[in-house]
């Protein structure tokens, strides 16, 4: 099933494209990768699949049941200023809110998934904690486990495994590839890691001056496939 | 000691002096628990500007002999913190510079309406009372009274009622709009709270000093508490507790009663960043 289509797309800001020409499906299941060099305007597809910034041409189609929440999303950088007092728990539950409608207060089931996702992050130790105090890459974890708390249909993340320890990195493949597989999310992940796209996507699209969109297998053996794994430092795909 | 207690038991018989320590409370307490939301997404200076359209408003009113300011000046309020708060998230060079053009100009027009229509005979003690709020509080009419109770008790059920999306909108706006949080609609009211408590702690402060109660308790509890909800119930616990003195001391001293808060909760911030400090050095 279907659940977001793109038709001709061009995304930017305040009208100036950065991206154009998408095309493209995600439908429910998929391991989606999107590649492309910085500045190609992966993030900004990102924010316009998740309505946060208007397309500048063309439309986005989605499944009418996602438009009651259950998308879950790790941004790149959270503008979180310096100061902001506020604890991993307190964080890691907002991931809970979308499909609340108007209840003001969190439920007991509510508080025990925001308690699983901290402990399959590994931050539950820290869930009193100030999130302005801690690494970099704990506040990534805290961030997955509330993008975690809201995905129940499909997880949008930005490159979720930059500033993580090698680790760290592999745990996080295994349980997104768990709740790609198990729970039946979607994932549409950004990603510069070779990993993630060779080991896991089922398809990709790769932004750039040219654009490709298809399964993985096609992918790795077209140009921008072959550029994107020349990259990383690795063989063309035999 | 005996003695102050005396005279505070004496002043307790008035009733003006018990209603203007429960509006000042309730005030006190609305007033902290948005203060730290509007500290937190750099809105203090909206409050500040906020504060003069109020003024500016207040003194039309006056000119214009009407009896209960606060019908006119609310909904003017309201509107421009709706108008102030969509150019604020455009923060720029423009949002800002038009934040100061807003202030100063109602500031300057309503002192200007003043001088021009004031009927009263003591204009400049008008003016000082309007900007410093030295008697306000216990002089509130009745009406104006119930209406201020009425209103604070809305905003702090407002602000208890949506508690998790006001924070999940300050922490992070885009995630809760990728959620599918109406943030506009919280950001709306974030706006309509904030001008209905602007106004109404202009009677306790007046409106040069209402800022000192919305910043206050918020950045004196955020030096030492690091979750939103320890830092919300520090600055209400701040801010009664501030008011509360303020207006005691002021009764028994004679001293204007929004500059006494200010300088109290001055102090309170001081010694908060003591304790942040001690804290600190003990981790
Ligand atoms: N807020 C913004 N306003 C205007 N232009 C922007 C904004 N954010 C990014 N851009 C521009 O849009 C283009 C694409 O940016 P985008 O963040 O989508 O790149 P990206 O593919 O995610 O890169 P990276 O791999 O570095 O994350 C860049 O040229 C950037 O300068
Ligand atoms: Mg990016």
Known sequence: MIQIRCRDLSVGYDGKTVASGLNFEICSGDYFCIAGQNGSGKTTLMKTLLRLLPPVKGNILTEKSLNDGGIGYLPQQTPVQKDFPASVREIVLSGCQGMRGLRPFYSRIEKALAEVNMEKMGVHGLSERCYRELSGGQQQRVLLARALCAAKKILLLDEPVSGLDPGATEEMYGLLAELNKKDDITIVMISHDRRAVLDYADRVLHIGSVCFFGTKEKYLQSGPGREFLYSQGGKAYE | ?283
């Open chain 2, 1 to 283: 000691m005996n003695e102050i207690i005396e005279k505070l038991l004496f002043y307790m018989e008035y009733p003006f002096v018990r209603h203007a320590l429960a509006v000042g409370v309730m005030i006190a307490l609305c007033s902290s628990l948005l203060g730290v939301t509007l500290v937190l997404k750099r809105f203090s200076f909206i409050g500040d500007g906020l504060s003069h359209v109020a003024f500016g408003t207040t003194a039309i009113a006056a000119a214009a002999n009407m009896t209960s300011s606060l019908t006119v000046v609310l909904p003017v309020t309201v509107v421009s913190a709706v108008l102030l708060l969509r150019t604020g998230r455009r923060a720029g060079i423009n949002g800002d510079a038009a934040l100061a053009m807003v202030s100063v100009g109602a500031l300057a027009g309503g002192y200007l309406l003043m001088n021009l229509l004031s009927a009263g005979p003591n204009l400049s003690g008008d003016v000082c009372s309007t900007l410093f709020g030295s008697v306000s509080i216990l002089t509130l009419t009745e009406r104006d009274m119930y209406l201020c109770m009425a209103l604070s008790v809305a905003a702090i059920a407002m602000f208890l009622l949506f508690y998790n999306k006001i924070f999940a909108v300050t922490f992070d706006e885009n995630f809760a709009r990728a959620l599918g949080e109406k943030t506009d609609f919280y950001n709306f009211m974030i706006a309509v709270m904030t001008a209905v408590i602007i106004v109404l702690a202009m009677n306790l402060a007046g409106s040069l000093l209402v800022s000192a109660l919305v910043v206050f308790p918020a950045i004196s509890a955020m030096r030492v508490f690091g979750s939103f909800r320890a830092v919300t119930v520090c600055s209400a616990v701040i801010s009664v507790f501030g008011v509360l003195c303020g207006i005691l001391v002021s009764i028994l001293a004679g001293t204007p009663v929004g500059s006494t808060i200010a300088v109290l909760y001055i102090g309170i911030f001081f010694v908060f960043c003591g304790l942040g400090k001690l804290k600190g050095r003990r981790e």
